[in-house]
């Protein structure tokens, strides 16, 4: 299936207020592909927040990133799917046996089932934060042996840097779906994250999904913010 540039964008809601959630989701319809909602909103207001956004009637990637022995990341997953999600995930680095019962709990519910994906290193770490966790590997190794592990488990795709695409494309193919934070348009501000490029070059790369947050939640006109981005991959 080949996507949109608009269908392309997530944008992140990283807010406990789910007014302001809200607001911004009804107007941005038809703006961006869909929201992701996190640790911060989910919080602060549980499931009836996140069906609430999912009324507004946008893909809800829920960015919760399970990480616990592995029969409670199943029961998590679980207990996830009343919520609709679009996309759910997990740690990769909760290893082989908790990413394949998050994906057995998704292959025992019938019906239409989220996109699991599995975070490998997150976007504010380097590799000097590596190596202090005791890591040795550069960040790229990492994210690619735990995209390459997270493969290997039947999940869907993984979330990496922009830094990463390519290598991991190499590893794990074409059809693995890579979700990409860290994106920053040339005209935003880079904000706390390491490893970033611009929309138009993550898409080169080969990502699938970009997530983004305050260039478009923190701009004048989160509308009109959107609409520059998905142009701008539109002229790919």
């Given at each position: 299936?080949?996507l ?7 944008v992140a ?11 911004l989701?009804?107007?941005l319809?038809?703006h961006?592909g869909?929201?992701?909602?996190g ?9 009836e927040g ?6 507004v009637?946008?893909p ?6 399970f990480h616990?022995i ?9 207990s ?11 740690h990769?680095c ?7 019962k ?7 519910v019938s ?9 490998t ?5 380097g ?5 202090e966790?005791g890591?040795d590997?550069?960040?790229e190794?990492?994210v690619v ?7 290997s ?10 830094h ?7 590893v ?11 994106i920053?348009?040339t ?5 706390d994250?390491?490893?970033?490029t611009t929309p138009?070059?993550?898409i080169r790369?080969?990502?699938d999904?970009l997530?983004?947050g ?8 989160p509308?009109?913010a ?6 701008e991959?539109?002229g790919?």
């Amino acid at each position: 299936m080949t996507l949109t540039p608009t269908e392309r964008i997530y944008v992140a809601l990283d807010t406990p207020d789910t007014a302001k959630a809200l607001e911004l989701a009804k107007q941005l319809i038809g703006h961006v592909g869909g929201v992701k909602l996190g640790k911060e909103f989910f919080v602060a207001n549980g499931p009836e927040g996140v069906r609430a956004l999912a009324e507004v009637g946008m893909p809800v990637f829920l960015d919760l990133k399970f990480h616990d022995i592995p029969n409670t990341v199943a029961g998590a997953i679980s207990s996830a799917l009343p919520l609709s999600p679009s996309i759910l995930n997990v740690h990769a680095c909760g290893g082989s046996e908790m990413m394949r019962k998050a994906r057995t709990a998704l292959d025992e519910v019938s019906g239409e089932k989220p996109m699991l994906i599995a975070v490998t290193v997150l976007t504010s770490l380097g590799d000097d934060d590596l190596h202090e966790l005791g890591v040795d590997k550069t960040a790229e190794d990492q994210v690619v042996h735990l995209a390459s592990l997270a493969k290997s488990c039947g999940l869907d795709g993984v979330v990496c840097s922009p830094h990463e695409i390519k290598p991991i494309r190499a590893v794990c193919g074409p059809d693995f779906k890579l979700v990409v934070p860290g994106i920053r348009p040339t005209w935003a501000a880079t904000g706390d994250q390491k490893r970033i490029t611009t929309p138009a070059d993550a898409i080169r790369d080969g990502a699938d999904y970009l997530v983004i947050g305050r260039p478009i939640t923190g701009a004048d006109d989160p509308v009109a913010a959107a609409k520059r981005i998905a142009d701008e991959l539109g002229g790919l």
